[in-house]
């Protein structure tokens, strides 16, 4: 996903395009920032993707490694498939002097004489560069070598107060190694970025950034997800759907089934959200795709994203009840992705669907199922703010979204495992029911923001043409309790003639 904010002559672009937009633009030049975080959350890929772009822009970048050697460096760029032949890497080791055990002086601390020679290194490859942007990996080494915190601070202050001199935007890499978890970097750093790496106890390790502080600049509070891929970092900005506002004309859209738009008031309004539960089987998923080829039909695009099902079962399954998505996928018209649970964080799969927005133009999202989307984030506490905040995105980008969830249980008192009828501003109702020694199927909408809607219970069928409905169920009482008494003189049942 590219940034939103356009970068000035005095910011300086991190290579990381979510980044960027979380900063409001990038980096302040000529200042000294820390990336901190634990060994393997990615400071390294963010570093060099740092150097990188300004390598692009012409920029003299200068890479300093007190804890990796070139050759690792130089490995890992392979694995992201960058050149790193725009940029010096200087590997600091200590002198030979300092490893020989009869040439250390014993009326000094060999900490003492390390820590300035280590310093002093640093300053020569800076004059030899002249670089105007440097990364030094990592804080660590010097940390260990200060030996106390104070040191520590006036020798992190002295490496500010040169870099300043010199020009440079400075990235300070710290892998948070210490037992106290020293925060004196924070008080002199222009700006904090910490990168956390979470293990869940179940699928892939999820990582997130957070900006801990940019003096003097406004940016995204709070925590963003992000992966490490091929080609460095892709970080996914929390979605704010208040900044994110459309004009668009808030139009019935049919579904194509007759009886269904009655059921309906007429249809569903653009910019709306569909909530339709149900047990397993009922065809939650058929009425929702339905919706999605019916838009197709009227010249738009749908992107559909599948939690539960094999989408090659999907396919053929939708196609033997008269629903042809392989040729709307071919066209180019439906974008449908079946999404891994486990291996998913929320924030990625909120830029897959803003990318189905942004890049395709697709105006009706299909999200199947929300059971699926809970399982993507069990240890996360704020489904429903995530749910909201996509949806309220999607409405204001004149999307209309259809989502499933499938209820516990079969028959009689069912229950959702979570409860999001309050955020969709329809919700439609599917139902077992047992007549005349058969199970029978059942729907009604309960629920629409935007205007009237029919409030009776149809029987509907699924089979080779897809979805049908029948007359309202007036000759039946109890119908969404799974056993409904006959109250009437007729049967009124599909498939059934009157007494």
Not at 11 to 19: D, E, R, V, W, Y
Not at 211 to 232: A, E, L, M, P, S
Not at 319 to 327: A, I, Y
Request: proline residues 3%; hydrophobic residues 40%.
């Amino acid at each position: 996903m590219t940034s939103t904010v356009a970068l000035d002559a005095s910011q300086a672009t991190t290579g990381i395009a979510g980044l960027d937009d979380i900063l409001c633009g990038g980096l302040t030049r000529d200042r000294l920032y820390l990336i901190e975080g634990s060994p393997g959350a990615g400071k390294t890929t963010a570093a060099l993707s740092f150097l990188l772009a300004g390598a692009a822009a012409g920029e003299k970048s200068l890479y300093i490694t007190l804890s990796e050697t070139e050759h690792e460096l130089r490995q890992t760029s392979l694995s992201h498939g960058w050149d790193l032949a725009g940029l010096d890497i200087f590997e600091l080791v200590p002198p030979e002097s300092l490893l020989d055990e009869m040439q250390q002086q014993s009326l000094l601390y060999s900490s003492d004489l390390e820590l300035g020679e280590t310093t002093r290194m640093i300053f020569d490859a800076v004059e030899r560069s002249r670089p105007s942007r440097i990364v030094i990996d990592s804080l660590s080494e010097i940390r260990l070598l200060a030996q106390n915190s104070l040191r520590y601070r006036r020798q992190v202050l002295a490496l500010k107060h040169y870099f300043a001199r010199h020009g440079a935007t400075v990235l300070l890499l710290d892998d948070m190694t210490s037992e106290n978890q020293d925060k004196t970097v924070h008080s002199v750093a222009h700006g904090v970025i910490r990168l956390e790496e979470l293990a869940p106890e179940y699928g892939a390790e999820r990582r997130r950034i957070r900006v801990v502080k940019y003096r003097g600049r406004k940016y995204r509070g709070g925590y963003h997800d992000f992966t490490i891929k091929t080609g460095g970092l892709e970080v996914y900005p929390r979605l704010i759907s208040s900044e994110h506002r459309t004009v668009f004309d808030r139009t019935p859209l049919k579904s194509g089934i007759k009886g269904l738009d009655g059921l309906m008031g007429g249809g569903l309004d653009r910019g709306s959200s569909c909530l339709i539960l149900g047990p397993a089987g009922t065809g939650k998923s058929l009425l929702s795709l339905t919706f999605a080829l019916s838009a197709i039909g009227r010249g738009e695009k749908a992107a559909v994203f599948v939690f539960d099902e094999e989408l090659g079962l999907l396919i053929e399954r939708s196609r033997s009840l008269g629903l042809d998505l392989q040729s709307a996928i071919d066209s180019g018209d439906l974008f449908i992705q079946q999404i891994d649970a486990a291996e998913l964080s929320p924030g990625e799969f909120t830029a897959k669907v803003r990318a189905c927005i942004d890049t395709m133009g697709a105006r009706t999202v299909v999200i199947d199922s929300l059971n699926g989307y809970q399982a993507a984030m069990p240890e996360e506490h704020f489904l429903l703010l995530h749910i909201h905040e996509l949806l309220q995105f999607l409405n204001r980008q004149g999307a209309t979204t259809f989502l499933t969830v499938a209820q516990h249980g079969l028959v009689g008192d069912m229950k959702a495992p979570l409860d999001v009828t309050y955020l969709a501003d329809t919700v439609m109702l599917l139902r077992y029911f047992e007549a005349i020694g058969e199970v029978r199927r059942a729907i009604s909408v309960i629920k629409k923001r935007s205007g009237p809607h029919e409030k009776t219970i149809r029987e509907y069928e699924i089979g080779a043409r897809g979805l049908v409905l029948g007359p309202p169920l007036t000759n039946f009482q109890g119908v969404l309790r799974g056993a409904p008494n006959f109250v009437g003189s007729g049967v009124g049942l599909l498939g059934e003639t009157s007494a």
